[in-house]
């Protein structure tokens, strides 16, 4: 018989699936978007489309098309969000055609993505200004559906995809625009090479101010500040520069000296935690 107890915590619950950074920034910072994956043979080598949400936080979709979508931005229940989604997707693929999948039980001793999901596919992310991708694409709609889009999509921070860089996106709130780019190293490798860069001068992307960081599913997301006369282009250029940096300073392994120490201190003191 299956257990039913929630599953032990996982820190890095989507480690070793193909795009693990982008995979946490569609569930904490990405409004709306979608990616690819594809179950395994043993479970039917089926396409699945990953989003961030769902109308009315339905953790999945089964489309009339038969399209399978299943949303990360749902309060997560267990201690591993990763078994968590595998329970949600194969509910889904149970489901008629037209069938949303509303509640959920705790997946207990299940498989995780990891298990379920084809790890040669990648994860390519398209980044959505609105939510009509929850719709099929012959679908009709009504003036009423049309407005209930329009309100949804005026809630959207308009969001854009770094291309020279994985998992870095530039949203825009406003006057203000910042850069959160996701790392999938371990967190406090990547706190101590940011250090390394802050204690250098060397930490702003571009021009941009490095504002912080936080944590969310294991692996940490810097933030910078971009200057409202900064193109994408230019932001493009920066990041791939800072990357360099970022990834040399990976590699140090000398112990931190006191000013990285206290650049340190700076950074981990004005952290934010997403469990």
């Known amino acids: 018989m299956a257990s039913h ?8 619950p989507f480690e070793g699936l193909p795009g693990e950074a982008d995979w946490v920034a569609l569930r904490e910072v990405v409004p709306a978007a979608t990616a690819t994956a594809r179950t395994t043979a043993e479970h039917g080598a089926r396409d699945v489309l990953i989003t961030t949400n769902l109308p009315g936080g339905w953790p999945a979709l089964h489309r009339g098309d038969g399209v399978v979508l299943l949303a990360l ?20 693929f149970e489901l008629e055609p037209g069938t949303s999948l509303t509640t959920v039980g705790l997946p207990g001793s299940g498989p995780r993505l990891q298990d379920i999901l084809d790890l040669t596919v ?9 939510f ?7 679908q009709e709609v009504s003036d009423e559906l049309r407005a209930s889009l329009d309100d949804a999509a005026a ?9 020279s860089v994985d998992a870095a996106y530039l949203a825009t ?3 203000r625009r910042y850069v959160r780019w996701s790392w999938a190293v371990d967190e406090e490798k990547l706190i101590d090479a940011i250090a ?15 504002l912080g960081a936080f944590r969310s599913s294991g692996i940490v997301v ?11 282009e230019e932001i493009e250029t920066a990041a791939v520069a800072l990357e360099k940096l970022l990834t040399a300073a990976l590699a140090e392994d000398a112990p931190l000296d006191a000013n990285e120490r206290r650049a340190r201190a700076g950074i981990v003191a004005r952290q934010l935690t997403l469990r």
């Open 196 to 210: 390394r860069l802050h204690a250098r001068r060397e930490a702003r992307l571009g021009d941009a101010r490095f």
């Open 132 to 138: 009509d991708y929850w719709l099929e694409a012959d």
């Open 173 to 175: 709130f406003g006057s």
């Open 5 to 12: 107890t929630a599953p032990e915590f996982v820190l890095r």
């Open 73 to 92: 931005q749902n309060q997560a229940s267990t201690g591993d969000a990763s078994r968590e989604l595998a329970a949600n997707l194969l509910a889904a």
């Open 222 to 232: 810097p933030v910078w500040d971009i200057e409202s006369k900064t193109t994408v």
């Open 155 to 163: 809630g959207v921070i308009p969001t854009v995809k770094l291309a």
């Open 122 to 130: 990648p994860f390519e992310v398209t980044v959505h200004e609105g």
